[in-house]
Nanobody, 114 residues
Framework: QVQLVESGGGSVQAGGSLRLSCAASGSIFSIDVMAWYRQAPGKQREFVAA???????THADSVKGRFTISRDNAKNTVYLQMNSLKPEDTAVYICHISGSMTSWGQGTQVTVSS
């Protein structure tokens, strides 16, 4: 069984920054991709960013230039640095891993006020 523990969410004003973390533990053999998704009230879950084990990263167009994903393979941890936050970034941010197993985190709330 794999556990994902997310942290770093909170409330900020527009233009502010937050850094999310997601640490994986448990029965992990290998993690190929670590990613962040988000879900706003009344909306579908959407992809935010992903980081492959070899270092390749992908970001959704809506966050390019503002968010940066990174990962520490030794710690099985993925980070999401979020800068220049906008009210439309308000959502529950959810960690996802895939590889020898697939797992979703519980999510961490990010609220951006104007």
């Amino acid at each position: 069984q794999v556990q994902l523990v997310e942290s770093g969410g909170g409330s900020v004003q527009a233009g502010g920054s937050l850094r999310l973390s997601c640490a994986a533990s448990g029965s992990i053999f290998s993690i190929d991709v670590m990613a962040w998704y988000r879900q706003a009230p009344g909306k579908q879950r959407e992809f935010v960013a992903a980081a492959a084990r070899g270092g390749t990263t992908t970001h959704a167009d809506s966050v390019k230039g503002r968010f940066t994903i990174s990962r520490d393979n030794a710690k099985n941890t993925v980070y999401l640095q979020m800068n220049s936050l906008k009210p439309e970034d308000t959502a529950v941010y959810i960690c996802h891993i895939s590889g020898s197993m697939t797992s979703w985190g519980q999510g961490t709330q990010v609220t951006v006020s104007s």
